[in-house]
């Protein structure tokens, strides 16, 4: 009778632990994308609330495939001690780069839109007026209605 092999050696755990690491860091870069999201466009707390659900869920996906493609189907407790550890060591190293590299990177978007769009805003101000002086305008239109009614 065959017996299939029902535990690990030492030396499959430490691959299994190195791997879980490594994809820990594979983590923070799926995690970097919701970052940089919420970096571009702003975010209110049930749109970041949403995104952290769909990352644990990418995450719960993640080490379910890996537990049965690396694992035999088995989940241990050191792939999410790994995870956490290569996802910690991403984000301090690595990941904290990219952002400040990113944050840079929109501020001089932003600078570069607002010089392009400069000459546009001072002619819709000139044309249009200040949202603050149409409010007023629009007072004085109705002193002006109410002063021609009287007549």
């Not at 975010?43 to 990418?58: C, K, P, Q, V, Y």
Request: hydrophobic share 50%; glycine share 8%.
């Amino acid at each position: 009778m065959n017996v299939p092999e029902t535990f690990f050696t030492i030396q499959e755990e430490l691959t299994l632990f190195g791997l879980s690491c490594l994809f820990g860091a594979v983590l923070g870069v799926y995690y970097d994308i919701f970052r940089c999201l919420r970096l571009i466009f702003p975010h209110n707390r049930i749109m970041t609330a949403s995104e952290d659900i769909l990352f644990l869920m990418g995450y719960g996906i993640f080490l379910t495939a890996f537990a049965s493609a690396a694992a035999r189907g088995e989940l241990r407790f050191y792939f999410i001690v790994g995870n956490s550890l290569g996802f910690i060591v991403y984000l301090l190293t690595v990941g904290s780069l990219i952002t400040r590299i990113l944050k840079k990177i929109l501020n001089l978007i932003k600078m570069i839109v607002g010089i392009i769009f400069k000459p546009f805003k001072r002619l819709y101000v000139k044309f249009v007026g200040d949202s603050k002086n149409k409010v007023k305008n629009v007072k004085n239109y109705e002193i002006d209605l109410q002063n021609d009614a009287e007549l």
